[in-house]
Structures are given as C-alpha cells and as structure tokens.
C-alpha cells in the first residue's frame, strides 16, 4: 500500500515533538483567540451564560450515563482466557475458542464435561436460558407482566412443564447424571454473580423495576426445552382448523382444492419401496394400502368454537413457534457420488428467526475415550441442553428435518356443567386443577386447567373462550349440554425419553448403536440422515406417531362424545417405521416431503411439504455425479423457484398491456433463469406479481384467516388452476358484472405489481432488487420489540438484505399476507466430510454469544447472508491451530 503523502495537517503530530516553527506559530495565534472568546463570553448576559452551563452540564452527563450504559452493558461479557476456579469439577477442563467465539471443551471424564458446557451455556446465554425456562413453564408474567399472560395461559394448560417433571423418571440414568453436572455447571457459573454480571437484559429490566435474581437451574429446565421444539415443529394443527373454517361456505370438493393430493408421481418420497412384515420394516418388500376416510360437514357452532381456538393460535408471539412455513433440507451422498470417495452430509434446519439465533456452536471431547469418558462429538446445541443435538463425533455424522408427522388432533367435547362432558350418551368427570400465574406488579391469577380424555381444554385458555361454542348446536340426540369445547390430543404431552436419544447419538459409533439411539427419540419427530466413516449412508424415521381409529385421517377435527373417535392409544412401532441404508441410488433427500408412498400401511400424515425443495436438490445431486464439499455447499444456496418455471410462460403469455411501462417489467422474466439471488430485478418483480395474484384470486372467497401464505401448498393450488384458464376460482365475486378469468387476473398482476415496484425502488426496471424486498430482521425474542429505540438498537440487528425464497432450497420464507420480510430462515448450515472432519464447514444465522456488545453476537451473519461458511475445526491439531482464547477451568480446593 502507498503512504500518503506528507502534508502539514498528516505531520503535526511530529512538529510537536520536534519544535517546528510553524506549529509553534500556530500556538502562539491560538492562544489570545481563546482567550478573547472567554472574555466575550464572560461580558454575555447571566440568561445567556446559565443557558451555556446547562447545556454544558447537560452534554457532561449524557456522556457519563452513555459511558455507564456500554460499562453496564459490557459487564456481562465472560472470561474467555486465563484460568477460573471453579468448585463442582473433578479435574481441570480446557475450553479453547476460536476467532468467532467457537468454544472446543477438553475433559477427563462425561461429567467434567457436562459440567463444563453447562458452564459456557450460562456464560454465553444465560437469559437466553432462563428466558426459556419461563416460557417452558407459563411464567413469563412474573418478568414482564399482564402482557405475557395470555402466553402462560397456555402454556400452563398444556402443562410442558408438568410433563417434563414426569420425564424424569424415564430416563436412563446416564442421561440424568448428564442433565445433573450441566446444571451443577450452570450453577457454578451464576452462583456469585448478580443479574447485572449475568446479562444486559436484567440490566435493562431493573431500569423498569423488576427486582430479581434468577433461581438456581434445574435439570428439567433443559427437558422442558423440548417441548417448545415439539410445538414450533407440530405438524398439522393449524390446517385442521383452517378446514372446517372454510366449510361453512366451501364445498368438500373445493376445499379439496386448496390441499391437493401429495404428488407422488412428480415429487419422490424420501424411501422409494419397502413395506410392513411382520411389524418390521423392510426396505426391499412391497407395502400394504392405508386407509382413505372422508369426513361429514360440521355444524356452524363447531365452527365458532374452533374459529376462537384459531385466534388464540394467532395470537401466540413468535418466541414459542408458529410451526408454519417450517421446514428443513439435509441430504447425504455416498462415496460413489463424493469427490472424495467418502460420504458427505448437509443439513440446513429452517425455523424462525431470532438474534440470537437458536443455536450455539460447540464441540465436546474427551482428552482420552475411556469408560468414564465417551464423548468426542461437535455441533451445534440449544443452550440450557446437554449434549450436541445435530453434528458428528468420530465415526458418525448426523442431520435432522422434520418428519411433520401428525402428532394433534383436536377433539370437539360436548359439555355437560363446568367438570362433566359427553361419551357415548353418558357424562364423565374431567380432571380439573387450579394453577396460580404470578403477575409482574398485579395480583395473582387464578388458571383453572380441565382435562378430558383427550387432552386438556385449550378453548378455556383464556376468560372469553370459558364458554365458547355455549349455543352450538348438537347433531346428538336430546339435550346439547353447555356447548362445545376443544381438546388438544397431542403426543409431546406425554412423558417420553426424547433426551436418552440425544446423548446417545452423540455417543453411536454405527448404524445399528444410531437406529436405537433414534428409538427414543419421540418428539419432535424428526428424519434422522446418517453416515459413518466406514462408507454407509442411511435414514431413519423416528417419533411417538399415534395409530387412529378407521374414519380419523388427522385432517379435520373429531367429535370427543364418540369414544369411536379416539386414537388407539398405541403408536406406531419403531421398527415399523420406514427406514434405508444404502441406497441403490447412492444418495438420501430429505426435505419434508413425503416419507413414503400411500401404500405404507399406517398413516403418517395427509399433510406433507410437497416437495419442490426436495426434487430440486435431487435434480442437481443426479445431474453433478461427484460433488465436492464446496459443491455441497453450493446446493445449500441454490435460489432457484419452481412455481417460476410454471407460471412464467403464462405470465409472458399476457398480452395487450397498456403501455411499453408496463411491457417493459413483464420483459424482465423473458430471459429470467428462475433464480432469486439478493440483486435480481427479475425475482424482485416475479415475487410481487406472485402475490397481487395470490390477493386477486383468493382474498375475495376466503375468510382472512386462511389467506394465502405463499408456499409450497399454493404453488400445488395455483399450478393445476393454470390448466384451468376459465376456473371458478379465478373469477372475482366483488365484480358482479363481470366474470374474470385467468388471463384476467394475470394481466391486472403484472399491471398492479409494476406499479408497486415502481413505488417501491425505481421507475427503471433494471435497477431493481429482490433483496431491497425481502429483508431479514434479526429480533430479540424479549427486549427486541420494546419500543425503545436505543435498547432495540442494542439488541436487534436488523436490515440484513437476502436471496432466497419460500420452498426454495435457499429457504428464506415470507408470508405473502404480510409482505416480504423473511419469517423463517436455515438455523444454520453444515457440510460434513466422512473422509476428513477438519474439512466440513459450518455457520450460523447469527453468533455463538447471546450479549449484543460481544463480538460474536452476531459476527457470522454478514458471512451466512454471503453465503460462506466457516472452517469446522474437529481434531485436536485443527482446533489449537485455530486457536485464539484458552480457558481453563480447575477444580476449587
């Protein structure tokens, strides 16, 4: 680089130390300069000099506050080198970071270990962690207030907390001396420091006057976690209201319309083949048939009741899950379709959005594998969980998607009083208790839980569903009762030993040790990809998935007072599930489409993705032959949208458009290759013309509520109306002299969405952008949404422009009824490499630490949103070169 030259103002600092004449000219003018203005300014008027001194005091003591507020706000930041004492351990553990904050743990024993993570978690998230221990419990209001209490409302009713307790007891004892020594290391790490040492939010917080001290951790703190994943992840629910809304003025057909049949025939299931023998899967066997009921039409009482269950749904904040536009990819090729002649693995788990982001990237090793140290595993991990929860150890990798197996149904009761409800004609207690929500600065309230066979009563979650559904009407015979009611049947409310899985895959060094870590692995069900270093791909379909009775296909609502009605109170086998290794094709896709074709004989569910991600991802694994690390990374980011190649010829089939400004914007998809990369003008006036049609064809017939969102199910709708040029659909009943057809609707799209984007960024088409659109806005999940500019400005990081889309594989989704802001986004992307770990690459959405003033707060976003990735240091060797912080933790005396 060339120095700049050398100038007066570039070399004062140098006359100083070398006498030169003209600074010393300098100061001797400046002098008398001031000193004439101070006496100017003491000959001023009293008002005129009292008016300076304030202000003068007034700039002194923002800049003092503003120098406590970073001291404040930067006194939660950890130690990360050196060496701390601390009592709990056996022995002394290393915890070596990289330059992104990446914490590698090095210990003698299982313990240790445990202990040590628990450690860094609360280090690096405490609030994160205490923050989803609230949530997990219904406790929210003790911290924030009346605002939240509609949350614990129902969450308590679902009880997480209450099932997680009872989990306790079903776990093998490993596990549960596990869960002990993280949360003896959590303690360890919070037991001396005050709320202000732990986290800026309690800093933040106590500004408000909360006065609080966080209570010790408990290790069903971290099970509790798992039921907030089993419910962002929870299948189906929202689409078996969203049926029998429509079914007050929709025809069963029509309705039929809006969730087509999954397309087997265009979009493979992720097992190609295989059957039920004997209760046992086989891949190679032929399958059996499943059933296919159909429903009858619900009265309008049923409807008003399951219409307020829906608005309580929607009105559940983001920081415990919508479970819609939810999804993931991960897939795995063989060493036949590897440029290195070993497996390679990619995962990208899509979930909604946050800073931080929900996981931390850690790895946990045994200096030797002994009998009391098994562990040499690295990945990434929930904070307030023990254990890596997707990654590699060495000699297996693994990834997840969601299976989206249907896992609720809602029941219709038939109530009888406040405590009896209807079966089979006669009337049952419910199971009733009282819970007590404590309210920041109110006074306790009261939560009366009632439980029927099914589940417990979700319409009673708050005071205005108490008697929803009071003058519904009945098809039984003699008295309807008090009305209808809505119980939730799920599987994630009762106990199972989801956490002996999670440690036991960390711990599984070959298929057979994988597939039975995978048997306990209940909720929230996942597709499990695997590969080892010996060479073998696999999958393998796990989760707690209720067997129904004949009649109940999960679609649609149950009437509870037919006891007919009920699930079997069985599950679907383990070994019954359906299950690959090896495949012929030398790959495994899985991006929650379809597991398995209707020839399976149990039901999984009606209501998969339908597959666009999946059958792109395969397109490109058949058509690379050997992919590269690289290569496989590169998948993870291809922004190619399928709905584009479908409805582009239509779109440039439009003709007679008013005007050139108007031909001008339709002209950009005439060479469009279909990608939607951060710059394209193209994807950028596609998407907006993707939804002014969504508006046109469907917001005149459906009720708000089940607007269109977009994705993949709607490019399915959408794709066989096209065929239909005249369809009823197209036409738009707000018009009543008019009867609108396809080309009608298009035409007025490409109009309307012309000039919104000439609103929105340019006159000039070729200046427009998809990411000026469709922005990412990374959001604190407490403090985030204040209200407060400079506290969101601390703990926010917003603005983050990306390509991508909905049911894309580069899966930023958005809602098309509420614009184009991304709403859920990969978690995470990882590539691992069976032929050498220190060659896989990972990275996060956001950073491994959870305080805004850390660097690594969110220091790996900037290179997630340009698609990089970062060097995953496994060995012993890679990691100390990568090193730059040691910590050493020894044991107190």
Request: aromatic content about 8%; proline content about 6%.
């Amino acid at each position: 680089m060339t120095e700049p030259a050398d100038t007066p103002d570039s070399t004062s600092d140098s006359g100083l130390d070398s006498g030169s004449s003209s600074t010393t000219t300098t100061r001797q003018t400046a002098g008398p300069a001031r000193g004439s203005r101070w006496q100017a300014f003491k000959r001023a008027p009293r008002a005129v000099r009292w008016t300076a001194w304030t202000a003068l005091a007034l700039v002194v003591l923002l800049v003092v506050l503003a120098a406590v507020a970073v001291v404040v706000v930067r006194r939660p930041l950890p130690q990360t080198d050196g060496e701390i004492e601390v009592p709990g351990l056996s022995a002394s553990v290393e915890v070596v970071r990289d330059e992104h904050g990446i914490p590698q743990v090095y210990a003698d024993t299982d313990a240790d270990l445990m202990f040590a993570q628990g450690f860094v978690h609360a280090q690096e998230r405490f609030f994160e962690m205490d923050f989803r221990r609230h949530v997990t419990a219904g406790r929210l209001s003790e911290i924030f207030g009346s605002d939240t209490l509609e949350t614990d409302r129902f969450i308590r009713t679902m009880g997480w907390r209450r099932v997680a307790e009872r989990e306790w007891a079903l776990l093998e004892p490993a596990t549960r001396e596990a869960l002990t020594s993280y949360a003896a290391g959590v303690n360890a790490y919070i037991a001396d420091r005050s709320p202000s040492q732990l986290a800026a939010e309690y800093s933040v917080l106590g500004l408000t006057g909360l006065d609080y001290s966080p209570a010790e951790w408990d290790p069903v703190d971290s099970l509790a976690w798992l039921k907030a994943m089993a419910w962002d992840l929870r299948g189906n629910m929202d689409a078996e209201v969203d049926r029998v809304l429509l079914s007050l003025d929709r025809t069963e057909d029509e309705i039929a319309a809006l969730w087509p049949a999954y397309p087997f025939d265009e979009h493979r299931p992720i097992v190609s083949g295989g059957g039920v023998v004997d209760g046992v899967f086989e891949q190679n066997a032929s399958g059996n048939a499943t059933r296919n009921p159909r429903r009858p039409a619900y009265a309008p009482g049923v409807v008003a009741a399951l219409e307020r269950v829906r608005d309580r749904l929607d009105a559940m904040p983001e920081l415990v899950g919508k479970g819609r536009g939810i999804g993931s990819n991960s897939w795995v090729v063989d060493g036949d379709h590897s440029a290195t002649g070993k497996p390679i693995l990619a995962n990208d788990p899509h979930l909604g959005i946050s800073q931080p982001g929900i996981w931390m990237q850690m790895g946990l090793h045994c200096r030797a594998r002994t009998a009391d140290c098994t562990l040499d595993t690295s990945g990434f991990t929930f904070s307030g969980v023990p254990g890596v929860v997707i990654g590699h150890n060495a000699d297996i990798a693994w990834g997840m998607t969601n299976l989206g197996p249907d896992v609720t149904d809602l029941f219709l009761e038939q109530t009888e009083g406040d405590d009896r409800y209807v079966r089979d004609g006669a009337t049952e207690a419910m199971e009733v208790r009282t819970e007590t929500i404590k309210v920041r600065g109110e006074n306790d309230v009261e939560l009366r839980v009632r439980e029927t066979v099914h589940g417990p009563l979700i319409s009673d979650v708050s005071t205005e569903f108490a008697t929803v559904g009071a003058n519904a009407p009945t098809d039984e015979p003699g008295e309807r009762g008090s009305g209808y009611a809505v119980a939730l049947a799920w599987t994630a409310l009762e106990p199972a030993p989801t956490a002996d899985a999670i440690l036991a895959l960390n711990r599984a060094s070959d298929w057979d040790s994988f597939r039975a870590a995978a048997a306990d692995f209940s909720v929230p069900a996942q597709n499990l990809v695997y590969a080892d270093r010996e060479g073998h791909i696999g999958y393998q379909s796990p989760g707690r998935i209720p067997i129904r009775r004949a009649g109940n296909d999960g679609t649609m609502p149950m009437e509870g007072w037919v006891s007919a009605n009920d699930w079997t109170g069985e599950y679907i086998p383990f070994d019954g599930l359906p299950s690959v290794l090896d495949p012929e094709e030398g790959f495994i896709v899985t991006a929650n489409q379809a597991v398995i074709d209707e020839r399976y004989p149990y039901l999984l569910t009606k209501d998969w993705d339908y597959g666009y991600r999946s059958t792109r991802i395969r397109e490109v694994l058949e058509s690379e032959g050997e992919l590269s690390v690289s290569e496989m990374a590169g998948l993870q980011l291809d922004s190619t949208n399928p709905m584009a190649e479908t409805l582009v010829p239509y779109l440039l089939d439009v003709e007679a458009l008013p005007s050139p400004y108007y031909r001008n914007a339709q002209n950009l998809l005439r060479d469009w290759d279909f990608t939607s990369p951060v710059d394209s003008p193209a994807a950028a006036y596609f998407n907006v013309v993707w939804r002014t049609i969504l508006e046109k064809t469907f917001h005149d017939e459906l009720r708000q509520r089940t607007w269109p969102d977009g994705g993949d199910r709607w490019f399915r709708v959408v794709t066989q109306m096209l065929s239909e040029p005249a369809g009823p659909w197209w036409d738009d009943v707000r018009t009543d002299d008019t009867v609108e057809t396809r080309d009608d609707i298009l035409r007025a799209s490409l109009i309307d969405a012309r000039d919104e984007m000439t609103r929105r960024q340019s006159r000039d088409p070729r200046l427009w952008e998809w990411g000026r659109l469709h922005r990412m806005n990374l959001r604190n999940a407490t403090l985030g949404d204040s209200g407060v500019a400079p506290v969101e400005r601390l703990f926010n990081r917003d603005g983050w422009q990306v390509g991508g889309g909905s049911s894309i594989v580069d899966a930023t989704s958005w809602d098309a009824v509420e614009g184009f802001e991304v709403t859920a986004a990969p978690s995470m992307r990882m590539v691992v490499s069976l032929a050498d770990w220190d060659d896989s690459r990972w990275i996060n959405l956001t950073g491994v630490s959870g305080h805004p003033t850390s660097s690594h707060y969110s220091d790996q976003t900037e290179l997630y949103v340009d698609g990089e990735t970062l060097p995953w240091a496994y060995t012993r060797e890679a990691v100390e070169a990568a090193a730059e912080d040691r910590l050493v933790l020894t044991p107190a005396d």
